[in-house]
């Protein structure tokens, strides 16, 4: 997994879900999509998509007179590295608090989810059985 590249907001993590949804696009391209959703000014939307490019979320190439700017994480990427950033900040690296929400709320799950959780336990069971074994031979 790449590295997260720094703090981010709730405001910037929204602009770099707009950016990955239409990568590439343009500043006026994230400021009318954002106005729509939330009616935020082209000015503070540029100024956030500055901040992302400086903390190394984006990068940006110039078409045509314009920059063009794209997520340098994938969205599965950004997904895990903030997961990873929530359990190590919050839950002090544990990951018990997380599965007893999951237990506690299955009504919130999808079946989808449900079997995509059950996939994932498999083969976290399956690299820790087989992960010993090579590390003891």
């Known amino acids: 997994m790449s590295r997260m590249p720094g703090k981010l907001g709730q405001a910037e993590l929204e602009i770099l879900q707009i950016v990955q949804e239409h990568q590439p696009v343009t500043v006026g391209d994230v400021a009318r999509q954002v106005a729509a959703d939330t009616g935020k000014a082209r000015t503070t939307v540029a100024t956030m998509v500055g901040r992302l490019l400086r903390k190394g ?15 340098r994480l994938s969205k599965p990427e950004l997904d895990r590295g903030l997961v990873q950033r929530f359990v190590e900040r919050t839950l002090g690296g544990s990951l018990s608090p997380f599965v007893a929400y999951l237990v506690e709320k299955p009504d919130e799950l999808t079946p989808s989810e449900v079997q995509r959780l059950k996939q994932l336990l498999r083969e976290v069971q399956w690299t820790a059985t087989n992960g010993n074994q090579e590390k003891s031979t």
């Open 57 to 71: 979320f984006l990068t940006r190439k110039k078409v045509e007179g314009k920059f063009h700017y794209s997520a």
